[in-house]
């Protein structure tokens, strides 16, 4: 780490913070855990799904805890966990008669059973639990090559999926009835994406950790939708918004003492005061 804080050069502040292969690698998944939880977030804060957005969030600390205890890959218990509570709630979810009723009590019963499945797993194993601990705020910064690798993976396909499912999604996410009354799967259509998302969760734990996972899911999101009411700039606003969040807080957090997770999460909170405050002024 340096021994002082960043200088008036940016030049020479940027390679300083570029000089070692643990930060590049965290520079890189951290672009493209941004990127795609961009793109996710502005949905799940158009579609109202943010109580969904956090139960798989949680929902990775017992797969995690389940990798450790089985002496596999956490993020491969993390990814199955996440993927299995996403085909739960899109299976028994939203229905377009019922609102969000039924979603609301699917993912509760879930979050619940979850969280008792993750105490049940730290209780047996014997081991240190760092590794389980790691996941809930995050270890951007112990980023492996394999990792990158593997987010590179996750983050092309759930681009590949947003992109093919994008503008039938935001039909269905807008108005459902009518959406379902054209022809639109509805219910596909959520069962598809709550399934990128889950993966955008495993993946944005790397960063923030399951305990703050909405710095990247909903805040960029929730901003741009509060700047923009058109969808093609309220995406690329969301994304510009969680990449910047991201760099920011891999430097401020270089330069200083203090984690990642508190630098992100600021600037996320910070960005969303400041556009309600100013919506409001201008009101």
């Known amino acids: ?3 002082q804080g960043p200088s008036w050069d940016v030049l020479a502040d940027l390679q300083l913070l570029l000089q070692f292969h643990f ?3 965290a520079y890189m998944a951290g672009t493209l855990v941004a990127l795609l939880a961009g793109v996710a977030g502005y949905f799940v804060v158009l579609r109202g799904q943010s109580f969904a957005a956090h139960t798989l969030s949680q929902v990775g600390f017992p797969g995690a805890a389940a990798g450790v205890l089985l002496h ?9 966990f996440c993927v299995a509570a996403a085909l739960g709630i899109g299976w028994r979810g939203r229905d377009v008669e019922a609102g969000n009723r039924a979603e609301a009590a699917t993912v509760g019963s879930i ?3 979850s969280l008792g499945l ?3 797993f730290f209780r047996l194993y014997a081991g240190s639990a760092q590794g389980i601990y790691a996941f809930l705020f995050g270890s951007i910064l112990g980023i492996a090559d394999r990792d990158v690798q593997v987010t590179l993976a996750v983050a092309v396909a759930g681009f590949a999926v947003l992109a093919w499912m994008g503008r039938p999604l935001i039909f269905a ?6 959406a379902e009354a054209r022809g639109v799967p509805v219910r596909a259509l959520s069962i598809g994406f709550l399934v990128v998302l889950a993966l ?3 993946i944005t734990v790397q960063i923030v950790g399951t305990l703050l996972i909405f710095a990247l899911l909903v805040a960029p999101g929730a901003t741009a939708l509060q700047l923009t009411a058109r969808p093609a700039v309220g995406l690329l606003t969301s994304v510009v918004l969680s990449v910047a969040f991201t760099w920011g807080g891999l430097a401020l957090a270089y330069f200083s003492a203090f984690p990642v997770g508190f630098f992100i999460t600021s600037l996320a909170f910070g960005a969303y005061v400041a556009t309600r405050g100013l919506r409001f002024a201008r009101a």
Request: aromatic share 4%.
């Open 118 to 120: 993750g105490l049940l």
């Open 23 to 25: 930060m590049q690698n």
């Open 72 to 80: 596999v890959s956490p993020v491969l218990g993390l990814i199955a």
């Open 200 to 202: 955008t969760v495993a």
């Open 1 to 3: 780490m340096p021994e």
């Open 111 to 113: 979050l619940a059973f």
């Open 173 to 178: 996410s807008v108005d459902p009835d009518v």
